[in-house]
């Protein structure tokens, strides 16, 4: 008796999780489904900021009726509606804005099924490599009624990034430390890019060879050892935050300097980056890609 | 009697501590030519095996003996003070108050903090913490003296995990309004580091630890009389509200010391304490001064595992110190019994 109570729960069990992924698997292709609708959303929601840049990029802007709390680029988006975010869309609000489409990103499996329930459409997004970033552009373009734009904005963006990759062909590349996080003032908790996601792509395509490239993960938290060992050549910090004051830079460009062994240090190759395109996996990443291979590369262009 | 037995034990425990000081620097993620470090004639700017021994190793194998043995010593004195056998230096509210005021920096100051004219830069977490400490230590002493009383045991111990609520729920409604970078640095801070990058900070809470090691210095004789009882204690001429107030300082100071240096580092506090006292007894006399080597070796060896088992990636040693220690810990405790 208790043994079959024990596989009767295990069934439950079982049924619970084969449930739950054919949930996830049912929004998935709800979205992919969507993508391929052609009915124009007339009211877009966007929970993702770089989705929302790429709706604004394609000439979608003023379909959008509510973005997320983090939203602060295209300018335009400062004016509209906040539903929350990641870890807290307030649904309540997303309803009130009557919207035919809202963007969200792949983990908000929840949210999904509360806006499938209400017969929302929704397009799922996930971080991944600049293919997905293009990718995605074309999927917001055509879910909005702008799919000619969209292909124009991706061919501009491929042909940004094909222009830099010209550009450096040929050139060393320096191993490259990409520093996407590091406490203000000191040399603790460093955070590297690592040898997946766009960051490292763009890398790539800017003539840096990734000092963190065969660890693959997005990113990697390197000890000051580590550092040490792998000795990059060239050490970039991208900042997603304005320029500070230049007495700021020198001072956090000044951190370095007891590892004086690396070669970045000693040969005078630390460089601090500023602005909020840097970090944003959206149509902006043609600019990045330019400004890393600017100093990494500073005599292509000039 | 006792001062040979001290002397034996401390010399076994001191070579634990003082061998694992030594050979911890030695191993690492990267392979280093010792030779090459120690030679002065390349110049230490160009000499990577030099600057992997004494930039990245030296610093950390220091801080996790600094950090180790004062956990330790926190946890042994706040075991007898509570009379409470899962007392840790956390229990009070002191690591709940650091994470606070480490948190309000790592969210709200976003690069550089500056007190009047000078800049205290990469000082601003370890200070927010420090401050945060004692000011929930503090608190907790407000709440549990009684004028011209002893302190209530079961007081103090409320009041402490009380505030400890409190400040996570204040922690938690400040991550809310943190961004993601700020909530993971946040996260990662809770999860304690001691890759300090240089021997600044170590030198900074040298005052605060060495402060804390003085009052323990006088604690011990008292301790044993107080993990009997307040009554028995007093009978036997034990000033028991002073040694309740020496203990309570002393611990709170210690462990602010040590979550201001690398963050709250747990499980150190509460093992290292009883597995010394498994080993040794629980003379508070040989405990607190075992406990304090064996809570330095402990934490280095935990550090280096951190370092080494998942290299070039590292595991946060907050999470090494649980893993390794919960079953060691299990498994002295059976085979005891």
């Not at chain 1, 992924?21 to 900021?49: M, W």
């Not at chain 1, 580590?226 to 951190?255: C, G, K, L, S």
Request: hydrophobic share 50%.
């Amino acid at each position: 008796m208790a043994a079959r109570a024990e596989k009767l729960k295990a069934i439950v069990c079982l049924l619970a999780l084969v449930g739950g992924a054919r949930a996830v698997t049912f929004a998935q292709s709800n979205a992919r489904a969507a993508a391929s609708q052609p009915v124009a959303a007339r009211r877009i929601v966007s929970l993702v900021p770089n989705v929302t840049e790429m709706l604004f990029a394609v000439g979608a802007g003023s379909q959008v009726v509510g973005v997320s709390s983090y939203e602060d680029f295209p300018p335009e988006t400062k004016s509209l509606p906040r539903v929350g975010a990641l870890l807290d869309p307030d649904v309540e609000r997303i309803f009130s804005l009557r919207p035919d489409l809202v963007i969200v990103y792949g983990s908000q499996t929840q949210l999904e099924g509360q806006l499938a329930r209400a017969g929302i459409r929704v397009y799922s997004y996930r971080h991944a490599g600049v293919d997905n970033i293009l990718q995605a552009i074309r999927d917001v373009g055509r879910l909005t009624g702008h799919a000619g734009d969209s292909d124009r904005v991706v061919r501009d963006l491929q042909s940004q990034l094909d222009d830099v990759r010209r550009r450096v062909r040929g050139r060393p590349r320096p191993r490259t430390m990409l520093v996407i996080g590091r406490d203000a003032a000191a040399l603790r908790g460093v955070y590297a890019s690592a040898g997946v996601g766009f960051l490292h792509e763009l890398l790539d395509a800017a003539g840096g060879d990734d000092a963190f490239g065969d660890i693959k993960r997005e990113a990697a938290q390197p000890s000051n050892e580590t550092v040490i060992a792998r000795a990059p050549q060239v050490i970039i910090e991208m900042h997603a935050t304005e320029q500070p004051a230049a007495d700021v830079v020198q001072r956090e460009r000044a951190v370095w300097n007891v590892l004086s062994s690396v070669p970045a240090v000693h040969n005078n190759r630390v460089y601090l980056l500023y602005g909020s395109y840097l970090m944003a996996a959206g149509p902006r990443v043609g600019r990045a890609a330019e400004a890393l291979a600017r100093v990494l590369h500073p005599e292509v262009f000039r | 009697m006792i001062r040979t037995r001290l002397a034996a034990i401390l010399i076994g425990y001191g070579t634990l501590a003082v061998g694992a000081c030594l050979l911890a620097p030695l191993v690492g993620s990267t392979h280093i030519n010792l030779a090459r470090a120690f030679d002065r004639s390349i110049p230490f700017a160009d000499n990577v095996d030099a600057q992997i021994f004494f930039v990245a190793r030296m610093p950390r194998v220091l801080t996790a003996a600094v950090v180790g043995g004062t956990l330790a010593a926190a946890g042994v004195v706040m075991q007898a003070l509570l009379r409470n056998p899962l007392a840790t230096p956390f229990t009070l509210g002191v690591s709940a108050g650091a994470a606070l005021g480490a948190i309000l920096v790592i969210t709200f100051v976003q690069a550089d903090l500056k007190i009047g004219l000078y800049s205290i830069g990469g000082g601003a977490i370890p200070l927010a913490s420090l401050g945060g400490a004692l000011v929930a230590s503090l608190v907790v002493y407000a709440l549990a003296r009684r004028p011209g009383r002893t302190m209530s045991t079961t007081v103090l111990l409320l009041a402490g995990v009380t505030l400890n609520a409190f400040f996570s729920a204040l922690i938690l409604f400040v991550q809310y309004s943190a961004d993601f970078t700020q909530t993971y640095r946040t996260v990662r801070w809770l999860m304690g580091d001691l890759d300090v990058g240089s021997f600044t900070p170590i030198v900074a809470s040298l005052p605060l630890v060495l402060a804390a090691f003085g009052m323990f210095a006088v604690l011990p004789r008292s301790l044993n009389l107080l993990s009997v009882g307040n009554d028995i204690a007093a009978t036997r001429g034990v000033d028991v509200g002073r040694t309740q107030r020496l203990a309570f300082f002393s611990a709170s100071l210690a462990t602010s010391a040590a979550v201001s240096l690398a963050g709250p580092i747990g499980f150190v506090g509460i093992v290292v304490p009883h597995l010394v006292r498994l080993m040794v007894g629980v003379d508070h006399r040989v405990v607190l001064p075992a406990s304090v080597l064996f809570g330095a070796a402990f934490l280095i060896g935990c550090d280096v595992v951190a370092r080494m088992v998942l290299a070039p990636v590292e595991v946060p040693v907050g999470v090494v110190t649980a893993i390794l220690g919960g079953p060691f810990f299990l498994w002295l405790l059976v085979r005891k019994s």
